[in-house]
């Protein structure tokens, strides 16, 4: 199968609109996958990641707005007609049938050749490292085994789109990790569009090409994981994406902290990442450590900047102990800029910054 690499298709969202009972689910959604590319909808419960997918797949109507998949209008198009596979994620593997049978139930259904079903079949348990497990049944198979038995019938189809909604979720972590590393080298070697649903960050940072966050279904920002990490579009960004999350704390908290107020902070959030914060002697913001985890390489300082809740992430040789008053302090280049009242990003003061941070 990878002598003949499938060519992915681009997808377009238009203005995509869905709503149940008056609430809207999806709110005019707008998205571009470029064609052999891996598109992860990222999101908390009840984003509309799961909807937005659905609707690309035919499975959902949106009430407004256009689809094309290959730039051509699919909206009124059946799921059969839209040439895409999907993963769901259940697996939804039929239990009395064997994992051969399982993969090739779709090109059974297509009344393919037996000589094709077979070289299919063939490659794709090979790919997937399914060969000795053919005659199994799903109960006699692990969850990952399982999982690549899914990913199998979907790929023997040989469609240039895959949609997977939150394939790995009933997996433990261990093998999400190894999951998700054999799925994107899947997308890789195969060449197909990816859309890829999770709620977790993990997965869309190690995974994605582009990374799309929703809120209340809405687009949040979409760019490439070092995009939406480095420069998050809004406080929701900063806050949902990282491990642990961007600091985020009004400016007049820390003009007070340092004893400096400034009318400038009062309109703005300010933000920061943890692993860019020091503790330092002699200068820098107060402020008091009220809980410290040790993670080994890294130590986890949860301290509190007047009112507020701030994370630090130190190297782990540092001795650090509850309740001791510290001086936190970072680049001025590290600081992110938000509109109060919007929570959208605004350009950064470096020069009211450093005059802050050296207090």
């Known amino acids: 199968m990878q002598e003949d690499q499938i060519r992915g298709q681009a997808i377009a969202l238009n203005d995509v ?3 149940w009972d008056g609430t809207l689910a999806v709110d005019r959604m707008n998205l571009n996958v470029e064609p052999g590319t891996f598109t992860v909808l990222l999101g908390p419960s009840g984003c509309g990641k799961s909807t937005s ?20 209008s699919v909206g009124h198009l059946p ?22 049978e399982n993969i090739l139930f779709g090109l059974k259904v297509r009344r393919a050749s037996k000589a094709d079903q077979r070289t299919r079949l063939n490659k794709t348990a090979d790919l997937l490292g399914l060969s000795e497990l053919l005659a199994r049944k799903p109960s006699q198979l692990s969850g990952g085994q399982q999982q690549r038995v899914a990913l199998g019938r979907a790929i023997i189809a040989e469609k240039p789109i895959c949609l997977m909604d939150e394939p790995l979720s009933n997996l433990d972590a261990k093998l999400r990790n190894t999951m998700r590393t054999e799925i994107r080298d899947l997308q890789q070697a195969l060449g197909f569009s990816m859309v890829y649903v999770t709620h977790d960050q993990a997965e869309a940072i190690t995974m994605a090409d582009q990374v799309v966050l929703m809120k209340e279904g809405r687009v949040e920002q979409s760019g490439t994981p070092r995009e939406i990490y480095e420069q998050p ?7 949902f994406i990282g491990t642990p999350p961007m600091n985020v704390l009004p400016g007049s908290a820390l003009a007070a902290a340092t004893g400096q107020a400034n009318a400038n902070l009062d309109s703005i959030t300010l933000g920061v990442r943890p692993e860019h914060v020091s503790v330092s002697e002699h200068s ?34 540092a001795s650090l102990s509850p309740r001791a008053e510290v001086k936190l302090h970072w680049p001025a280049e590290q600081m992110h800029c938000f509109d109060r009242s919007t929570g959208e990003r605004t350009p950064s003061d470096k020069d009211l910054f450093n005059h802050l941070l050296s207090a």
């Open 79 to 100: 799921p059969a007609k839209r040439d895409i596979a999907m993963v769901f994620q259940s697996y939804a593997l039929f239990p009395h049938l064997s994992v051969a």
């Open 233 to 239: 579009a809004t406080t929701f960004v900063a806050g």
């Open 284 to 317: 820098g913001v107060p402020a008091i450590v009220e809980h410290v985890e040790y993670l080994g390489a890294d130590i986890l300082a949860d301290c509190r900047v007047g009112n507020e809740k701030f994370i630090a992430r130190i190297e782990g040789h």
């Open 53 to 72: 997918l659905r609707i690309i797949a035919g499975l959902e109507h949106a009430d407004s707005g256009e689809i094309a998949i290959g730039g051509k």
């Open 17 to 19: 609109t869905k709503s």
